[in-house]
């Protein structure tokens, strides 16, 4: 008879020793996968293999790669720098004006897309050397590089719909979940924007002038540009939740439209860049599904191997608290160095037996792993965000990790609002059902 120790320890070790010798991810997984199937559950190898290909064919995943390829499409044309505009013009007035404006994008970008890294990429070009020269290179890079996160939390998220499958729980009520946690999350930002703008303004560290209100006719125009970004929340949202289509043919509906827009609308993207543009989307997408092929695997060799039983069992000793909070230091470190959709499908199967037992809705508990893991997007030394912004920013990861240091104290105290108050996540959830 296995107890937790032994399965988890030569699991843990194998990956580890994997991820050090640089292998692949997805190769890093598969490792304890093979252990566990060959040495403890004992089936026969052709049928894990098989089961590789079977986990991604289920039409519930299409939804991911038309979310990517409507980020695309918006990373490539000139709707990010149109939304980005709205909110410049109509903030310009405060002393945090832009980097709010940087926030408030990221947060509608998240509704549209929901890629982290491809709100780095899309806001970082356009914001860093107007706010660099306003409030300080750091706080610049700080909130472009922390605020991309936001787009894992906000609906439509990637990270929720992959939650969804592996937990077999409601996609639309994850994301209606997600809207009340990402506002606090940004009101949180823009509470230490502000005061960290009057700061700088305050001791005359940078240029940070005050510019005149802008005219209702400029206010104007300028969300006349962005409507077309704009109405995209709506039609996704408003689509899902008004019952005219499901997720999978709102991210259809999204991706044809992002498509139009950007090509025939706007003219943004010419025909000759549309298959660099569909191949891109392709390229992310692929490295999605391997992952999400080889940690579904896992999972459910895990729980042929009774791990997840194994582990409700271990957790017979604790309260509510305790577990959430032990929940949060472990996703918090898995997050710094693993794939968020990877995390999502070897814990939350594994976890969810222990949370269920506790009286936690698995709706609540989708949310917290979503803010945990998005967290790790930002955080040194593995954040994804961190990456993109290296390349976007030209800048060391020392100089990216100090700047980002306010904002994961920021998260983590909106992480713990919204782990210990529930209703958060689950008001309108309830409201839906």
Known sequence: MYDVASILIPCAVILVVLAVLNVPLYLAILGPTLYLALFVVRIPVESLFTGLFDNVAKTSFLCIPF??????FIQASSLGSRLIDFFMVLLRQTKAGLAVACL????VFGAISGSSPAAVATFGKVVYEPLAKAQGP???TGIIVSSGALSTIIPPSITLIVYGIATESSVSKL?????????LLVVLVT????WRCAKNNRLGLYESKVLERAAPKEIGA??????????????ILGGIYSGI???TEAGAVAAVYSFVVAVFVLRDIKFPQIPKQIASACKTAGQIFILIAVSTCF??????????????????????IAFLLMLNVLLLIVGCFFDTGAAVLILAPLLLPAAKALMIDPIHLGIVFTVNLSIGMFTPPFGLNIFVAQSILKKPMGEIAVSLIPYILLYIVGLLIITYIPGISLLLPGILS
């Open 67 to 72: 979310f990517i390829l409507t980020g695309t």
């Open 104 to 107: 408030l994008s990221n947060a």
């Open 138 to 140: 750091r706080l610049s």
């Open 175 to 183: 994301f209606m979940a997600g809207i009340l946690p990402g506002i």
């Open 191 to 194: 509470l230490y924007l502000n």
């Open 222 to 235: 300028s969300f006349v540009r962005a409507i077309p970004v704009l109405i995209l929340p709506v039609i």
């Open 245 to 247: 289509f499901t997720p």
């Open 299 to 320: 999972a459910q060799v895990a729980t042929m191997a009774q791990l997840p039983r194994l582990i409700t069992e271990s957790f017979g000793g604790l309260d509510r």
